[in-house]
């Protein structure tokens, strides 16, 4: 039985999506829920899985082609196996003349007689067909044969793994002195962030003040308490983007300006927090999004992001964790960064920056002392957020977080 095989219904907010990879080919068997193909969109990349058992008759979309919504990309032949896969699926075997039969019969392989469909299923399985002993009339290699010596390959121990796929973002390696290119297309991800950061630039009147953080006490109390919480919540670890989550939130209550978005000429102000935590990941920056942070307790917090943490490394988050957020926050001291001008994720109105945490001097009380410090950057809509409004809500969440018995007394 024929079954179509259909890109997945995308959401309003994304138009198609572009065929990224083919895990199977034509003629080869697939199991119930087996990966076909992975469709990558402007957000994140679509795992589009086998329906039945069988084999995968037809590929209507290659790799490279886009495709909309529920459109037609293969056909499975449901309930049939490998060894009767149609022959249509897979290149047309040489031609034989009259005058040299026997020449034909050994096309690909002149070592070994073998059926046309046995030199077929050979080509395709990578198999040379003098490796297989033949039980056809006078020692030829039948059909039968080659399906036997490929499940025998698939079984063997000794077969070497297979090298793990790239990163569709990996950049190419050359040697010293080499002066050759390589031309890539670029990721639909990466053209979406890419587009994205250019259009807040040119419609935002964008502007970014700074301010510091004096770490100790939040290290201290982490350091303190960070084995018991792990142990009282499940193996969840205590991490600084958790405190920085919690404060934010705090502060986008006393500013609601910061938490809301312009929409043509009105201004929306959002009654919840949906915090957008910037993860990069072999594609590319995304984003993925804590619905109502501000009801999360630490825990619920750092259990979120490293869950997120996990599906943007296996690339399994979903569109919907990535749709929507009023506000986000981008920690580039995970790989060293001192300061940054972070752009602004549209249609929110501003993005927060975290910095490494660095040993520095400090005047305090008229003495020099040494102390954990981090810069913070916040980048804001100036059309929507004023300059004193921005600095508060930056000054807001230092208090907060060199004094964290504000986060539990609300004060």
Do not use: C
């Amino acid at each position: 039985m024929a079954i179509e095989i259909k890109a997945p219904s995308f959401p309003e907010s994304v138009a198609d999506g572009t065929i990224s990879k083919w895990h199977k080919q034509p003629g080869e068997a697939v199991k119930r829920d087996e990966l076909l193909v992975d469709i990558e969109t402007d957000k994140v990349v679509l795992e589009v899985l086998a329906e039945a058992d069988g084999v995968l008759a037809s590929i209507v979309k290659g790799e490279g082609d886009t495709v909309l919504s529920n459109e037609l990309i293969a056909t499975l032949d449901a309930g049939a196996t490998a060894s009767a896969a149609p022959a249509a699926v897979s290149a047309p075997a040489p031609v034989a003349t009259a005058a040299a039969p026997a020449a034909a019969s050994a096309v690909g392989d002149e070592d070994a007689i073998g059926a046309p469909a046995a030199r077929k299923l050979a080509e395709e399985n990578g198999i040379a067909l003098s490796s297989i002993k033949g039980t056809g009339k006078d020692g030829r290699v039948t059909k039968e044969d080659v399906v036997a010596a490929v499940e025998a390959k698939k079984s063997a121990p000794s077969a070497a793994p297979a090298k793990p796929a790239a990163p569709a973002a990996a950049a190419p390696v050359f040697a010293a002195g080499d002066r050759t290119e390589k031309r890539v297309p670029m990721t639909r991800l990466r053209a979406k962030v890419a587009e994205r950061l250019v259009e807040a630039q040119s419609t935002m009147a964008m502007l970014t003040t700074f301010n510091e953080v004096d770490m100790t006490e939040v290290m201290a109390l982490r350091s303190k308490y960070k084995d018991l919480f792990e142990k009282s919540h499940n193996g969840v670890r205590l991490g600084f983007m958790s405190f920085f989550v919690k404060a934010a939130t705090e502060a986008l209550k006393r500013f609601p300006a910061v938490n809301a978005s312009i929409d043509g000429s009105d201004i929306v102000y959002h009654g919840y927090a949906d915090v957008g935590v910037a993860v990069s990941s072999d594609r590319g920056l995304v984003v993925p999004v804590l619905r109502n942070a501000e009801q999360m307790s630490l825990a619920e917090i750092e259990g979120g992001i490293a869950t997120f943490g996990k599906k943007a490394r296996d690339g399994k988050l979903s569109i919907d964790e990535m749709t929507g957020g009023t506000f986000t926050i981008t920690n580039g001291g995970t790989f060293g960064s001192m300061m940054s001008t972070p752009i602004v994720n549209p249609p929110q109105a501003a993005i927060l920056g975290m910095h490494n945490i660095v040993q520095r001097p400090m005047a305090i009380n008229g003495q020099v002392v040494i102390r954990p410090m981090m810069y913070l950057a916040l980048s804001y809509d100036h059309r929507l957020i004023d300059g004193k409004e921005a600095v508060t809500f930056l000054v807001t969440i230092k208090n907060l977080l060199e004094d964290p018995a504000r986060l539990l007394l609300d004060i």
